[in-house]
């Protein structure tokens, strides 16, 4: 494949960095001081002033909704044009959302464009791609080992010209949002049925809908990830119209397959944003910093580090680039392999550098200060979302082996 950068996303790039210096560096402490003072006020989930501002910006500047690949909606780039866009975004964790490229909603986004009707695209997705409400994935369960999607046991039960809808899920990023009115639930329809592949169903639940309850944030590490966050979720007798299914009963696996590929090499992307982030501070830090008569940048142990630092970006960075040319030209299911493989390397990737980046800081590195500490809590919280690493080697070896067999 050609790395090379085409000039419509050469041109792209160079707006985003605009942006990116203009408007979202010069505004994390504000955007962080607006959450502590929500906080300390008793309710952390207020949206942010900063990042409605920011949106308003950069929807005006056409850097919206890119990350939509073949639409209309969206801004029709391929997942390897959007690539080196995700990876600028990355950079700062909460500036994803200012471009309405946001997890869960690009997942969501992407699984109603091609899945829903045309009744609840008009309803739901617009409204998210305008950016004027936020949506939740509701998969996992606390009960199972959700990392075997055939193990979900919520419900989804026909009754008439409803669906009935009863489980509990935990891990639903964006649910303590107030302005998430929408899920996409996963559950079974039909349980008993030989091929576990066909037993699963998604369906759109309104967040409004009688029996829904909010039971609590899941913090990550201490940190609340506020005003996003994730939450535990009861659903109980929860009855939505029979038409919000998604494909129709047994397509729920298929579903899965195709939103979590996307949504895995979009988290990679931005990991990518945030090592070489991780690795500027280490360097300007150690650069700055003198310890046993010289500066600590010209310790062998941290060339050694800065060195290794730079391969683990780069290796991730390009097995990204084949993942997505593989997707864009042969399809997320013969690319499960590559996929599998970059949801492993860069998340590893990213903790091992951020945590170099940690101790170049000495103490400061654990504070909230250089934000280091909540990186590294991100980027160690997505070796387990969509799929555990164990899961993915397991994959990636059963790909490998089938080659001789």
């Not at 008793?42 to 949106?55: C, M, S, Y």
């Not at 593989?326 to 970059?342: L, Q, S």
Request: glycine share 8%; aromatic share 8%.
């Amino acid at each position: 494949m050609d790395f090379q950068y085409s000039p419509k996303v050469k041109e792209l790039q160079k707006r985003l960095i605009a942006f990116m210096d203009e408007h979202v560096y010069p505004n994390e402490d504000r955007y962080y001081a607006e959450v502590e003072s929500n906080r300390k006020k008793g309710n952390p989930w207020v949206p942010t002033v900063v990042i409605e501002e920011l949106k308003d910006k950069a929807r005006a500047q056409g850097l919206w909704n890119l990350f939509l690949p073949e639409s209309h909606r969206g801004a029709g780039l391929t997942n390897l044009e959007y690539a080196p866009l995700c990876e600028i975004m990355g950079r700062a964790l909460w500036s994803a959302e200012v471009f309405n490229c946001a997890a869960p909603d690009t997942g969501n986004m992407e699984t109603l464009e091609r899945y829903a009707s045309e009744e609840l695209k008009e309803q739901w997705l617009q409204p998210l791609l305008e950016g004027r409400i936020r949506s939740c994935f509701a998969m996992t369960e606390p009960a199972v080992a959700s990392s075997d999607a055939t193990n979900i046991e919520s419900s989804i039960v026909r009754d008439g010209d409803d669906y009935v809808i009863n489980g509990r899920k935990w891990w639903s990023s964006g649910a303590n949002d107030p302005r998430c009115k929408v899920f996409i639930f996963m559950g079974k329809t039909d349980p008993s049925n030989p091929n576990r592949h066909l037993q699963q169903s998604m369906i759109v639940v309104p967040r409004d809908t009688p029996g829904v309850n909010v039971l609590r944030n899941l913090p990550v590490f201490g940190y609340d990830d506020a005003p996003h966050g994730h939450a535990e979720i009861v659903f109980e007798n929860v009855r939505v119209p029979a038409s919000n299914i998604l494909l129709g009963e047994g397509r729920g696996f298929e579903i899965a397959q195709g939103r979590l590929g996307p949504g895995r090499i979009h988290h990679c992307m931005r990991l990518i944003g945030l090592a070489e982030r991780a690795l500027e501070d280490m360097c300007k830090r150690t650069l700055k910093r003198v310890a046993f008569g010289k500066p600590v940048a010209e310790q062998t142990v941290t060339l050694e580090r800065i060195a290794n630092a730079r391969i683990m970006i780069d290796q991730s960075r390009f097995l990204v680039l084949n993942a997505a040319h593989m997707m864009d030209t042969v399809g997320n299911k013969v690319a499960a392999k590559e996929i599998a493989m970059i949801k492993v390397a860069a998340p590893n990737m990213a903790c091992q550098v951020i945590d170099w980046a940690i101790q170049a800081h000495g103490g400061g590195g654990v504070t909230s200060d250089f934000k280091l500490a909540y990186s590294y809590a991100q980027a160690r919280t997505l070796r387990l979302a969509d799929g555990p690493d164990e899961v993915h080697r397991n994959q990636i070896g059963k790909l490998e082996l089938k080659r001789y067999q």
